[in-house]
Nanobody, 124 residues
């Protein structure tokens, strides 16, 4: 079992930065691949970024590549999403998720555990 709690969301202006954190409980956190997804009302959950259990490989959606950076600290059981140059279309609830492994890091079906989400609102 892995429990996830996101934090760091808020209201910012376009061009600003935010750092989201996701704190995990569970002894096996370091063995899970982790992902960030976002969702707006009426839309499907959208892949944002993922990181392998070792932290050695990261993946990003085209819409955030070059602006967002995902990292993890296995000693602190925490993953981060540094979001720079935020855009209004980045307004969403952001979720972190944990997956036991697999190749479909971009698909929400790959992930077994989810946090409750944190709201990010970017004003223009």
């Amino acid at each position: 079992q892995v429990q996830l709690v996101e934090s760091g969301g808020g209201l910012v202006q376009a061009g600003d930065s935010l750092r989201l954190s996701c704190a995990a409980s569970g002894r096996t956190f370091s063995s899970y691949d982790m992902g960030w997804f976002r969702q707006t009302p009426g839309k499907e959950r959208e892949f944002v970024a993922a990181i392998r259990w070792s932290g050695g490989r990261t993946y990003y959606s085209d819409s955030v590549k070059g602006r967002f950076t995902m990292s993890r600290d296995n000693a602190k059981n925490t993953v981060y999403l540094q979001m720079n140059s935020l855009k209004p279309e980045g307004t969403a609830v952001y979720y972190c998720a944990a997956a036991p492994g697999g190749s479909l890091y971009y698909s929400h079906v790959e992930y077994d555990y989810w946090g409750q989400g944190t709201q990010v609102t970017v004003s223009s």
